[in-house]
């Protein structure tokens, strides 16, 4: 009662610091991929396949807390946080076109590998996000299978893409 009563009374400063959040997040994004990369090179000493996989599961990871966040419904704040903490960051340091902040975090052993690898794990987490919404929600196919068997047939084309866009990511590793 008092948490609500709390929230009534300074939701828009929460609106407005969330927002700020967001925004903050989104400018320091390049030094997060910069400390991240710097990380993974010193973990994996540059290699290239190394690299392509954690720059995969860099891009990968906001789509996974998101489905986590769906799937698992308001039980998952920690999930729901991390969400909200790691896509700003992610956005920011896209790799298409020319993203300065990202060429300067990249340069040095394994840096174009990450990129790869992060544009596969973009690709494999945004090809399941659009395309399983449109198959579960389907009325037709909902009519003839039950929600369960829905979510069960679509196990193995989700993993199938994320295999393959792990496999792509390793072995277009320049």
């Known amino acids: ?74 039980d998952s704040v920690v999930c729901l946080g991390l969400l909200i903490l790691l896509t700003p960051a992610t956005l920011a340091c896209f790799p298409g076109g020319y993203n300065e902040t990202l060429a300067e975090a990249i340069t040095g052993p394994g840096g174009a590998a990450f990129v790869a690898g992060a544009r596969n794990g973009a690709l494999g987490g945004l090809i399941p996000t659009v395309v399983v919404p449109f198959v579960v929600f389907n009325e037709s196919l909902r009519a003839r299978f039950d929600d369960r068997t829905l979510r069960l047939m679509m196990v193995a084309p989700v993993a199938t893409v994320l295999i393959a866009t792990m496999i792509a990511a390793v072995v277009l590793a320049p």
């Open 1 to 74: 009662m008092i948490l609500d009563l709390l929230w009534k009374q300074y939701r828009w400063w929460s609106v407005a610091l969330i927002v700020t959040l967001l925004i903050g997040l989104f400018l320091v994004g390049g030094y997060t991929v910069e400390a991240l990369v710097i990380a993974a090179r010193w973990a994996t000493g540059g290699h290239l396949g190394a690299m392509a996989v954690i720059g995969w599961l860099f891009w990968f990871a906001p789509f996974g807390l998101l489905w986590a966040v769906l799937l698992r419904g308001p």
